[in-house]
Protein backbone atom coordinates (compact mmCIF):
# COMPACT_ATOMS: atom_id res chain seq x y z
CA UNK A 1 0.00 0.00 0.00
CA UNK A 2 1.59 3.24 -1.11
CA UNK A 3 1.17 6.41 1.01
CA UNK A 4 -1.49 8.62 0.30
CA UNK A 5 -1.30 12.09 0.04
CA UNK A 6 -4.36 14.40 1.09
CA UNK A 7 -5.66 17.06 -1.49
CA UNK A 8 -4.53 20.54 -1.27
CA UNK A 9 -6.80 23.12 -0.73
CA UNK A 10 -6.89 24.28 -4.20
CA UNK A 11 -7.90 20.64 -4.73
CA UNK A 12 -10.19 20.23 -2.21
CA UNK A 13 -11.91 24.12 -3.46
CA UNK A 14 -12.18 22.56 -7.45
CA UNK A 15 -14.47 19.99 -5.99
CA UNK A 16 -16.11 22.25 -3.58
CA UNK A 17 -16.56 24.61 -6.92
CA UNK A 18 -17.93 21.55 -9.15
CA UNK A 19 -20.50 20.53 -6.45
CA UNK A 20 -21.99 24.18 -5.72
CA UNK A 21 -22.15 24.45 -9.90
CA UNK A 22 -24.23 21.24 -9.60
CA UNK A 23 -26.41 22.46 -7.13
CA UNK A 24 -29.48 19.88 -7.71
CA UNK A 25 -32.62 21.84 -8.79
CA UNK A 26 -35.86 21.21 -7.39
CA UNK A 27 -38.22 18.81 -9.28
CA UNK A 28 -41.38 20.57 -11.62
CA UNK A 29 -43.46 18.20 -8.73
CA UNK A 30 -41.99 19.71 -5.76
CA UNK A 31 -42.21 23.29 -6.90
CA UNK A 32 -46.00 22.23 -7.35
CA UNK A 33 -46.20 20.63 -3.64
CA UNK A 34 -44.39 23.79 -2.27
CA UNK A 35 -46.78 26.62 -3.95
CA UNK A 36 -50.10 24.38 -3.05
CA UNK A 37 -48.46 25.06 0.85
CA UNK A 38 -48.82 28.69 -0.19
CA UNK A 39 -51.86 28.75 -1.60
CA UNK A 40 -53.12 26.70 1.34
CA UNK A 41 -52.17 28.86 3.98
CA UNK A 42 -53.06 31.82 2.10
CA UNK A 43 -56.90 30.73 2.11
CA UNK A 44 -56.25 29.84 5.32
CA UNK A 45 -55.26 32.95 6.44
CA UNK A 46 -58.00 34.98 4.65
CA UNK A 47 -60.44 32.38 6.72
CA UNK A 48 -59.13 33.44 10.20
CA UNK A 49 -58.38 36.71 9.77
CA UNK A 50 -62.13 38.39 9.13
CA UNK A 51 -63.42 36.65 12.67
CA UNK A 52 -59.91 37.53 14.54
CA UNK A 53 -60.22 40.96 13.13
CA UNK A 54 -63.83 41.75 13.87
CA UNK A 55 -64.09 44.12 16.69
CA UNK A 56 -67.08 46.01 18.55
CA UNK A 57 -67.31 48.87 16.14
CA UNK A 58 -67.22 46.77 12.95
CA UNK A 59 -70.15 44.49 14.32
CA UNK A 60 -71.86 47.56 15.42
CA UNK A 61 -71.40 48.77 11.66
CA UNK A 62 -72.52 45.70 10.12
CA UNK A 63 -75.66 45.62 12.42
CA UNK A 64 -76.88 49.04 11.50
CA UNK A 65 -76.61 47.94 7.73
CA UNK A 66 -73.22 48.38 6.41
CA UNK A 67 -70.63 51.41 5.88
CA UNK A 68 -73.27 53.31 3.76
CA UNK A 69 -76.03 53.14 7.05
CA UNK A 70 -73.25 54.35 9.06
CA UNK A 71 -72.04 56.94 6.38
CA UNK A 72 -75.66 58.82 6.59
CA UNK A 73 -75.81 58.57 10.26
CA UNK A 74 -72.33 60.20 10.39
CA UNK A 75 -73.52 63.26 7.74
CA UNK A 76 -76.77 63.62 9.57
CA UNK A 77 -74.81 63.49 13.44
CA UNK A 78 -72.56 66.04 12.18
CA UNK A 79 -75.17 68.25 10.03
CA UNK A 80 -77.13 68.24 13.77
CA UNK A 81 -74.25 69.65 15.68
CA UNK A 82 -73.40 71.68 12.97
CA UNK A 83 -76.57 73.51 13.33
CA UNK A 84 -77.05 73.16 16.94
CA UNK A 85 -73.61 75.31 17.68
CA UNK A 86 -73.97 77.64 14.41
CA UNK A 87 -77.26 78.50 14.55
CA UNK A 88 -78.04 79.31 11.49
CA UNK A 89 -80.08 82.55 10.97
CA UNK A 90 -82.24 80.35 8.52
CA UNK A 91 -83.18 78.11 12.00
CA UNK A 92 -83.17 81.49 14.17
CA UNK A 93 -85.74 83.29 12.27
CA UNK A 94 -87.78 80.44 11.09
CA UNK A 95 -88.29 79.52 15.46
CA UNK A 96 -88.77 82.91 16.09
CA UNK A 97 -91.63 83.61 13.34
CA UNK A 98 -95.55 84.08 14.36
CA UNK A 99 -96.02 80.20 13.55
CA UNK A 100 -94.14 78.82 16.94
CA UNK A 101 -94.89 81.75 19.52
CA UNK A 102 -96.70 80.22 22.50
CA UNK A 103 -99.31 82.61 22.09
CA UNK A 104 -100.42 81.82 19.24
CA UNK A 105 -100.13 78.40 19.58
CA UNK A 106 -102.14 79.04 22.57
CA UNK A 107 -104.88 80.15 20.32
CA UNK A 108 -105.03 77.18 17.87
CA UNK A 109 -107.91 75.08 18.09
CA UNK A 110 -107.62 72.07 16.25
CA UNK A 111 -110.70 69.76 18.00
CA UNK A 112 -114.33 70.41 17.09
CA UNK A 113 -115.88 72.28 19.86
CA UNK A 114 -118.27 70.53 22.22
CA UNK A 115 -120.07 74.07 23.26
CA UNK A 116 -123.01 73.73 21.15
CA UNK A 117 -123.74 70.20 22.93
CA UNK A 118 -124.59 72.50 26.10
CA UNK A 119 -127.36 74.09 24.56
CA UNK A 120 -130.67 73.66 25.38
CA UNK A 121 -132.98 71.04 23.83
CA UNK B 1 -47.57 43.45 -10.47
CA UNK B 2 -44.56 42.29 -13.24
CA UNK B 3 -43.45 38.97 -11.43
CA UNK B 4 -39.61 40.64 -12.80
CA UNK B 5 -40.33 43.52 -10.25
CA UNK B 6 -40.06 41.73 -7.41
CA UNK B 7 -36.26 40.17 -8.28
CA UNK B 8 -35.30 43.10 -6.04
CA UNK B 9 -37.44 43.13 -3.22
CA UNK B 10 -36.01 41.22 0.18
CA UNK B 11 -36.71 38.07 0.97
CA UNK B 12 -38.00 39.40 4.26
CA UNK B 13 -40.31 42.16 2.26
CA UNK B 14 -41.80 39.43 0.01
CA UNK B 15 -42.54 37.14 3.31
CA UNK B 16 -44.54 39.58 4.66
CA UNK B 17 -46.22 41.01 1.53
CA UNK B 18 -46.91 36.55 1.59
CA UNK B 19 -48.09 36.98 5.06
CA UNK B 20 -50.81 39.33 3.91
CA UNK B 21 -52.10 37.16 1.27
CA UNK B 22 -50.32 38.19 -1.59
CA UNK B 23 -49.43 35.81 -4.19
CA UNK B 24 -46.75 37.23 -6.36
CA UNK B 25 -44.66 37.09 -3.25
CA UNK B 26 -45.11 33.68 -2.55
CA UNK B 27 -44.45 32.70 -6.13
CA UNK B 28 -41.09 34.70 -6.01
CA UNK B 29 -40.40 33.08 -2.60
CA UNK B 30 -41.21 29.51 -3.77
CA UNK B 31 -38.47 30.17 -7.12
CA UNK B 32 -35.87 31.82 -4.60
CA UNK B 33 -35.93 29.89 -2.17
CA UNK B 34 -36.72 26.03 -2.89
CA UNK B 35 -33.75 25.65 -4.55
CA UNK B 36 -31.13 26.75 -1.91
CA UNK B 37 -33.14 24.46 0.73
CA UNK B 38 -33.44 21.48 -1.35
CA UNK B 39 -29.52 21.43 -2.21
CA UNK B 40 -28.48 21.86 1.28
CA UNK B 41 -30.85 19.27 2.28
CA UNK B 42 -29.88 16.66 -0.49
CA UNK B 43 -26.44 17.46 0.81
CA UNK B 44 -27.09 16.52 4.14
CA UNK B 45 -29.26 13.65 3.38
CA UNK B 46 -27.53 11.59 0.36
CA UNK B 47 -31.06 11.13 -0.79
CA UNK B 48 -33.22 13.27 -3.30
CA UNK B 49 -36.41 12.02 -2.15
CA UNK B 50 -36.00 12.74 1.36
CA UNK B 51 -34.27 16.24 0.80
CA UNK B 52 -37.76 16.74 -1.36
CA UNK B 53 -39.73 16.04 1.80
CA UNK B 54 -37.74 18.15 4.15
CA UNK B 55 -37.65 20.93 1.74
CA UNK B 56 -41.80 21.17 1.69
CA UNK B 57 -41.47 20.44 5.39
CA UNK B 58 -39.66 23.81 5.44
CA UNK B 59 -40.99 25.73 3.32
CA UNK B 60 -44.44 25.04 5.04
CA UNK B 61 -43.31 26.57 7.92
CA UNK B 62 -41.78 29.28 6.28
CA UNK B 63 -45.62 29.95 5.18
CA UNK B 64 -46.60 29.35 8.42
CA UNK B 65 -44.62 31.92 10.36
CA UNK B 66 -45.16 34.34 7.33
CA UNK B 67 -48.07 36.32 9.42
CA UNK B 68 -46.47 36.46 12.41
CA UNK B 69 -43.48 37.55 10.89
CA UNK B 70 -41.72 41.02 11.65
CA UNK B 71 -38.46 42.36 9.55
CA UNK B 72 -35.37 43.41 10.89
CA UNK B 73 -35.61 40.45 13.27
CA UNK B 74 -33.76 37.96 11.35
CA UNK B 75 -32.40 36.85 7.85
CA UNK B 76 -35.30 34.33 6.74
CA UNK B 77 -32.70 32.28 4.57
CA UNK B 78 -30.58 32.10 8.35
CA UNK B 79 -33.99 31.04 9.83
CA UNK B 80 -34.74 28.50 6.99
CA UNK B 81 -31.39 27.21 7.11
CA UNK B 82 -31.59 26.53 11.07
CA UNK B 83 -35.15 24.80 10.01
CA UNK B 84 -33.22 22.74 7.46
CA UNK B 85 -30.70 21.79 9.37
CA UNK B 86 -33.02 20.51 12.17
CA UNK B 87 -34.97 18.94 10.20
CA UNK B 88 -32.22 16.77 8.66
CA UNK B 89 -30.56 15.68 11.78
CA UNK B 90 -33.90 14.74 13.05
CA UNK B 91 -33.87 12.12 9.78
CA UNK B 92 -30.56 11.07 10.00
CA UNK B 93 -30.59 10.12 13.97
CA UNK B 94 -34.18 8.40 13.03
CA UNK B 95 -32.22 6.45 10.34
CA UNK B 96 -29.11 5.90 11.79
CA UNK B 97 -30.24 5.51 15.66
CA UNK B 98 -26.54 6.28 16.14
CA UNK B 99 -24.66 9.33 17.95
CA UNK B 100 -23.79 11.11 14.58
CA UNK B 101 -20.86 12.54 15.90
CA UNK B 102 -19.05 9.35 16.40
CA UNK B 103 -16.16 9.81 13.41
CA UNK B 104 -16.45 7.13 10.74
CA UNK B 105 -13.40 5.93 9.08
CA UNK B 106 -12.87 7.85 5.47
CA UNK B 107 -13.73 5.84 2.14
CA UNK B 108 -11.73 3.11 1.56
CA UNK B 109 -9.40 3.48 -1.10
CA UNK B 110 -10.35 2.28 -4.31
CA UNK B 111 -7.95 0.92 -7.28
CA UNK B 112 -6.82 3.59 -9.98
CA UNK B 113 -9.20 4.27 -12.41
CA UNK B 114 -7.63 5.14 -15.83
CA UNK B 115 -9.61 7.79 -16.77
CA UNK B 116 -10.25 11.20 -15.16
CA UNK B 117 -13.61 11.53 -13.39
CA UNK B 118 -16.15 13.70 -15.20
CA UNK B 119 -17.35 17.04 -12.70
CA UNK B 120 -20.33 15.13 -12.04
CA UNK B 121 -18.66 12.09 -10.65
CA UNK B 122 -16.23 14.58 -8.79
CA UNK B 123 -19.37 15.91 -6.97
CA UNK B 124 -20.52 12.56 -6.32
CA UNK B 125 -17.18 11.70 -4.72
CA UNK B 126 -16.77 14.72 -2.86
CA UNK B 127 -20.77 14.06 -1.76
CA UNK B 128 -19.73 10.42 -0.17
CA UNK B 129 -17.24 12.00 1.30
CA UNK B 130 -19.19 14.18 3.29
CA UNK B 131 -21.61 11.56 4.08
CA UNK B 132 -18.94 10.76 6.37
CA UNK B 133 -18.00 13.56 8.10
CA UNK B 134 -19.90 14.22 11.65
CA UNK B 135 -22.44 15.83 11.28
CA UNK B 136 -21.65 19.17 12.65
CA UNK B 137 -18.49 19.63 10.42
CA UNK B 138 -20.62 18.42 7.32
CA UNK B 139 -23.23 21.20 8.20
CA UNK B 140 -20.19 23.78 8.38
CA UNK B 141 -18.89 22.56 5.24
CA UNK B 142 -21.30 22.66 3.19
CA UNK B 143 -23.04 25.87 4.50
CA UNK B 144 -19.49 27.77 4.30
CA UNK B 145 -17.85 26.20 1.02
CA UNK B 146 -20.99 24.97 -1.45
CA UNK B 147 -23.44 27.10 -0.25
CA UNK B 148 -21.19 30.08 0.35
CA UNK B 149 -22.55 31.39 3.12
CA UNK B 150 -20.53 33.99 5.60
CA UNK B 151 -19.32 32.28 8.84
CA UNK B 152 -21.44 35.03 11.28
CA UNK B 153 -24.37 33.61 9.53
CA UNK B 154 -23.37 30.24 9.89
CA UNK B 155 -22.60 30.93 13.28
CA UNK B 156 -26.06 32.11 13.45
CA UNK B 157 -27.53 29.51 11.78
CA UNK B 158 -25.64 27.02 13.83
CA UNK B 159 -26.11 29.02 17.16
CA UNK B 160 -22.84 28.87 18.14
CA UNK B 161 -19.61 31.75 18.06
CA UNK B 162 -17.43 32.72 14.74
CA UNK B 163 -14.99 30.73 15.56
CA UNK B 164 -16.55 27.63 16.81
CA UNK B 165 -17.77 27.89 12.71
CA UNK B 166 -14.21 28.28 11.38
CA UNK B 167 -12.97 25.35 13.57
CA UNK B 168 -15.49 23.38 12.19
CA UNK B 169 -14.80 23.71 8.66
CA UNK B 170 -11.28 23.58 9.07
CA UNK B 171 -11.57 20.14 10.73
CA UNK B 172 -14.03 19.30 8.32
CA UNK B 173 -11.68 19.95 5.09
CA UNK B 174 -8.96 18.15 7.15
CA UNK B 175 -11.11 15.20 7.11
CA UNK B 176 -12.60 15.43 3.54
CA UNK B 177 -8.55 16.03 2.39
CA UNK B 178 -7.92 12.67 4.21
CA UNK B 179 -10.89 11.07 3.13
CA UNK B 180 -10.13 11.79 -0.64
CA UNK B 181 -6.14 10.78 -0.38
CA UNK B 182 -6.95 7.62 -1.73
CA UNK B 183 -8.97 8.88 -5.08
CA UNK B 184 -6.44 11.79 -6.21
CA UNK B 185 -5.48 9.80 -9.30
CA UNK B 186 -9.57 9.08 -9.77
CA UNK B 187 -10.54 12.35 -9.03
CA UNK B 188 -8.07 13.69 -11.81
CA UNK B 189 -5.67 15.14 -9.70
CA UNK B 190 -2.66 13.13 -10.64
CA UNK B 191 -0.79 11.29 -7.97
CA UNK B 192 2.05 13.98 -6.37
Redesign the interface.
Known sequence: MTDRIDLQESELDALFSAAADATPLPSSTLLERVSADAEAEIANVAVARPARGAGLFARFVSLIGGWPTAAGLATATVAGIWIGYAVPETVDGLAGSAWFTGSNLDMVEFTASFDSLLGEG | MPFDALNEVSDEALLVA??N?D?DA??A???RL??KV??FS??MLGD?AE??DV??DA??RL??V??KWRQGEAKVTTWLYRVVMNLCTDRLRRKRGVALDAIEEPVD?TPGVEAKMT??E??R???EALQVLPERQRQAVILR????ISNPEIAAVMDISTEAVESLTARG??A???A???R?EE?G?G??
Open positions: FGGRARLTLTPMGVRVAETQMLWRAPEAARVALEHIEGKRLSALAGRLFDD
